[in-house]
């Protein structure tokens, strides 16, 4: 696959992506979409398998209407238990029908009791209930189970109907038990309502002939008392309750009313005496014909201020204004003598009308020629005697009522659906429940999709090198399997395959590496070029082989430099490991003509490790090496030094300060990130790295890594016609 043709189009970043892209969420399923569906498959099978061993349950439901009562005596909410539908009141009789109490009624008129003693039950008797009873063991279960499987609710929120729903294996059973409980709430509500009503009758009755007795005694003290001190002088002297009670409140208000006008009275008399204004009393200053005459002050002393300043104070427009002001003031304290006057002339009727209603009430009562203890005591015994009186209709009356009341079933609740036997399981919901696996297989496949993905720890695309090592990706070279080295039937090395095969998309790749090397410095074109990588077999002397070829065919003349003295791969693949070479040379053994070897295949000069050495990097970075590169570059048009993995060894770092560019060579989805950093790190000291070449990459994984793949491009249709294979 092709690549990028220099480093400045790999640092392109002017184009802000998008946060979310469709395109990588679409290359992200196309990778792990077996992966997904595997674990999703997992899922699905075991919710299956659970699916098929649970027991299905049947739901059977009746509703039942909460109604009002719509006519009903006055004073019978005080007696009997009304049902008030609020939310409260709802919530409360669904406690009801849930209680243990009310379902051993249903449980006992089912027998359910029963058939849990003849299902294996002992029937051994457990803790007394509430008629302190002994329960029975099968009873006690009987009733758990039912409320376990019951289930009571309003049908609508603001509404007044409770659906009654029974589950379980028979759905028959289930009706059946849903109808019992409707019926016996019924039942249950008639009864509680009608012995409320016998209670309340007794109580009546007892408390009516106690009312009785309390009114006799009274009545009877009144008599007692008026004959005692003589008060039955005339039938129409003494007035009844209410006109009394009248009269009483007529007098309190003119007491208060005196009250509010002798405050009055008495600020009067205090600002006189202390010599103040009375114009500022609350009561004058606002009444009467005294703001209008403050008004008319006002006005006159800013037409006086005004004449003043443009005529002088003897003009006879200034006196005749000092004069209406004069008159003003007079007609102020006219006024406002006449307002005193008038409030102490009110003060004193207020006095009249007092001591005339006292004066009535005191006639009226035939109280004239008693003290006021006698009075008071009087209409204490009177109070009484018509509370009494009140208290003793009121009771009388609601006795009447309820004795009818207690003969009369009021409707308060009516099953307006019965439970039927339902036609299909409600338990277990196959459609929910399997939508229910799906979603969790899907979620935890595509977690764990995308955890083996972060667990992965090679780079898969050029976007994460440049990210991550900020340097450009300079070639993406495919794995090329054997049977694709194959050339009318003979197997070609891979380092010959550019000059064999010169328009495959194999040397395109090389021929891209080689320009992207050349365009990162398009003033000063690199000549010695060192490739290296981060841990062995990730192919650098393959891509250095190639290059060299690659080279040498565009009429180049090239060397390469096998300077992994420790595992000198270059020389084993040339067939030169046993001949002298680097080694040899920067000992001084021999001099260059002895070791420079022509790769006739390729086209290029070969310089071979030679002999072992104990001391690699001590020799490469000697000045016999430097002087050999420097004499090097005089002759040759490129010089290609495979270098060993930077990783183990010291050697790459050493051989840089030699070179003009170096090429790291990556193994796609397989060379760690972190080593790959770290290697970068120690190499990127003299800014030399070019670029990152791709090796060994797997064309149709890469091209499901979306657009950030080179393969996505150079590897489909629209450029297959372009190489020879």
């Given at each position: 696959m092709l690549n990028r043709l220099s480093a400045s189009n790999a640092y392109e970043t002017n184009d802000v992506e998008p946060h979310f892209d469709l395109r990588e969420v679409?290359?992200?399923?196309?990778?792990?979409?077996?992966?997904?569906?595997?674990?999703?498959?997992?899922?699905?099978?075991?919710?299956?398998?659970?699916?098929?061993?649970?027991?299905?349950?049947?739901?059977?439901?009746?509703?039942?209407?909460?109604?009002?009562?719509?006519e009903k005596a006055p004073g019978v909410e005080a007696i009997l238990t009304d049902v008030n539908l609020d939310?409260?009141?709802?919530?409360?009789?669904?406690?009801?029908?849930?209680?243990?109490?009310?379902?051993?009624?249903?449980?006992?008129?089912?027998?359910?009791?029963?058939?849990?003693?003849?299902?294996?039950?002992?029937?051994?008797?457990?803790?007394?209930?509430?008629?302190?009873?002994?329960?029975p063991s099968s009873e006690l279960a009987a009733i758990e189970g039912l409320k376990a499987a019951l289930s009571v609710s309003r049908l609508v929120q603001q509404g007044h109907v409770l659906a009654i729903s029974v589950t379980s294996p028979d759905p028959q059973q289930a009706a059946r038990l849903a109808n019992a409980v409707a019926d016996a709430y019924l039942l249950d509500k008639l009864d509680t309502r009608f012995e409320a009503a016998k209670r309340a009758s007794a109580w009546l009755s007892d408390r009516l002939v106690e009312l009785r007795k309390q009114l006799r005694e009274s009545e009877e003290a009144v008599a007692k008392f008026r004959s005692e001190h003589g008060l039955f002088q005339s039938g129409n002297i003494t007035l009844n309750q209410q006109q009394l009670s009248e009269l009483n409140a007529k007098l309190i208000d003119a007491r208060a009313d005196l009250a509010q006008k002798k405050s009055r009275v008495?600020?009067?008399?205090?600002?006189?005496?202390?010599?103040?204004?009375?114009?500022?009393?609350?009561?004058?200053?606002n009444a009467g014909a005294l703001p209008a005459l403050r008004q008319q002050t006002a006005t006159l002393s800013q037409q006086q201020s005004e004449l003043m300043a443009r005529y002088g104070a003897t003009h006879p427009l200034v006196v005749n204004v000092r004069a209406q002001q004069n008159d003003v003031e007079r007609a102020i304290a006219a006024e406002t003598r006449r307002l005193v006057a008038s409030i102490k002339n009110e003060y004193e009727l207020a006095q009249s009308r007092v001591a005339s209603l006292e004066q009535s009430l005191r006639e009226a009562t035939g109280q004239t020629s008693i003290d006021d203890t006698t009075a008071i005591r009087l209409r204490e015994l009177e109070r009484t005697a018509a509370v009494n009186k009140?208290?003793?209709?009121?009771?009388?009356?609601?006795?009447?009522?309820?004795?009818?009341?207690?003969?009369?079933?009021?409707?308060?609740?009516?099953?307006?659906?019965?439970?039927?036997?339902?036609?299909?399981?409600?338990?277990?919901?196959?459609?929910?429940?399997?939508a229910i696996n799906l979603l969790i297989g899907l979620l935890l496949g595509v977690g764990a999709a995308v955890a083996k993905e972060m667990l992965n720890a090679g780079f898969t695309t050029p976007k994460q090198i440049e990210d991550l090592l900020g340097l450009p990706v300079l070639a993406s070279v495919s794995r090329m399997e054997p049977r694709d080295l194959r050339v009318d039937g003979?197997?070609?090395?891979?380092?010959?395959?550019?000059?064999?095969?010169?328009?495959?998309?194999?040397?395109?790749?090389?021929?891209?590496?080689?320009?992207?090397?050349?365009?990162?410095?398009?003033?000063?074109?690199?000549?010695?070029i060192?490739?290296?990588?981060?841990?062995?077999?990730?192919?650098?002397?393959?891509i250095a082989l190639s290059i060299a070829g690659s080279a040498a065919t565009s009429g180049l003349k090239v060397l390469v430099i096998d300077a992994d003295l420790r595992h000198p791969s270059a020389s084993r693949v040339l067939n030169l490991h046993k001949e002298r070479g680097l080694v040899d040379l920067l000992l001084g053994q021999v001099n260059i003509q002895e070791v420079l070897k022509l790769h006739e295949e390729g086209g290029y000069w070969v310089l071979p490790a030679g002999n072992k050495t104990q001391n690699p990097p001590d020799l490469l970075g000697s000045e016999r090496m430097k002087s050999l590169v420097a004499g090097f570059r005089q002759t040759f048009d490129m010089i290609i030094i495979d270098t060993p993995p930077a990783g183990p060894v010291i050697d790459p770092v050493v051989v840089s300060q030699l070179s003009d560019k170096i090429v790291l060579i990556?193994?796609?989805?397989?060379?760690?990130?972190?080593?790959?950093?770290?290697?970068?790190?120690?190499?990127?000291?003299?800014?030399?790295?070019?670029?990152?070449?791709?090796?060994?990459?797997?064309?149709?994984?890469?091209?499901?890594?979306?657009?950030?793949?080179?393969?996505?491009?150079?590897?489909?249709?629209?450029?297959?016609?372009?190489?020879?294979?």
């Open positions: 679409l290359s992200f399923v196309w990778r792990q979409w077996k992966f997904i569906a595997a674990i999703v498959a997992v899922v699905m099978l075991i919710g299956i398998v659970s699916l098929l061993r649970q027991t299905p349950l049947y739901t059977a439901t009746g509703q039942v209407l909460l109604e009002r009562q719509r939310f409260a009141m709802i919530e409360s009789q669904i406690a009801i029908i849930r209680s243990s109490v009310f379902l051993r009624r249903v449980v006992q008129n089912e027998g359910l009791g029963r058939e849990r003693a003849a299902a294996g039950d002992d029937g051994r008797p457990t803790a007394a209930s509430t008629d302190s009873q002994p329960i008495e600020l009067l008399d205090s600002i006189q005496t202390k010599g103040g204004n009375l114009e500022n009393m609350p009561d004058i200053s009140s208290l003793f209709e009121d009771f009388l009356q609601r006795a009447k009522i309820t004795q009818e009341q207690s003969t009369f079933e009021a409707h308060e609740a009516r099953v307006i659906s019965p439970a039927l036997p339902p036609g299909g399981p409600s338990y277990p919901r196959k459609a929910p429940y399997l003979e197997l070609v090395s891979i380092s010959h395959y550019p000059a064999v095969r010169p328009l495959s998309r194999y040397s395109e790749a090389i021929r891209a590496l080689r320009s992207g090397i050349q365009m990162t410095d398009v003033d000063h074109p690199p000549k010695v060192q490739l290296t990588s981060t841990a062995p077999s990730e192919g650098k002397t393959t990556v193994r796609w989805a397989v060379t760690p990130r972190e080593m790959v950093k770290q290697c970068v790190q120690q190499l990127s000291g003299h800014k030399k790295i070019a670029g990152v070449a791709f090796n060994h990459v797997n064309e149709q994984q890469a091209q499901k890594y979306g657009k950030y793949a080179y393969s996505y491009y150079y590897g489909s249709r629209y450029y297959k016609k372009y190489y020879t294979e």
